[in-house]
Nanobody, 119 residues
Framework: QVQLVESGGGLVQPGGSLRLSCTTSGSILSISTMAWYRQAPGNQRDLVAQISGDITNYQESVKGRVTISRDNALNTVFLQMNNLKPEDTAVYYC??????????????WGQGTQVTVSS
C-alpha cells in the first residue's frame, strides 16, 4: 500500500506565498517522476510542475513564481509558490510514479490540499 499526503495549503492574500509538501509512505522501493497538479471548480485537473531527477517542467502560467523540489531521502516533494494570484486558487494534488516492493510500477495520487488566494 502506498500513500501520498499533501499539506501546507490554506488561505493567502494575493502576492503571498505558500509551500506545499507531499510525503509518501508504504511499500516504496523507488520513485521516479513526482508532480503537482491543480483543479479549480468546474475545470479539469492540470499539471502545475513536475520533477524527474534534476529535470523540472512547469506550466507556463506559474513559471517564475513556482519552484518544485524533492528530498529523495525522505521521498518528499515540495512546491514553493510565490506571488500568488487569485487564479491560483484550486485544490492541489500530489502525484508520483512509484515502484513497490513487488517491483510493480504504479501511479498514485494524494487527497489534495486547498489553496485559496483572496483578499
Amino acid at each position: 500500500q502506498v500513500q501520498l499526503v499533501e499539506s501546507g495549503g490554506g488561505l493567502v492574500q494575493p502576492g503571498g506565498s505558500l509551500r506545499l509538501s507531499c510525503t509518501t509512505s508504504g511499500s516504496i522501493l523507488s520513485i521516479s517522476t513526482m508532480a503537482w497538479y491543480r483543479q479549480a471548480p468546474g475545470n479539469q485537473r492540470d499539471l502545475v510542475a513536475q520533477i524527474s531527477g534534476d529535470i523540472t517542467n512547469y506550466q507556463e502560467s506559474v513559471k517564475g513564481r513556482v519552484t518544485i523540489s524533492r528530498d529523495n531521502a525522505l521521498n518528499t516533494v515540495f512546491l514553493q509558490m510565490n506571488n500568488l494570484k487569485p487564479e491560483d486558487t484550486a485544490v492541489y494534488y500530489c502525484n508520483a510514479n512509484i515502484k513497490n516492493y513487488a517491483g510493480v510500477w504504479g501511479n498514485y495520487w494524494g487527497q489534495g490540499t486547498q489553496v485559496t488566494v483572496s483578499s
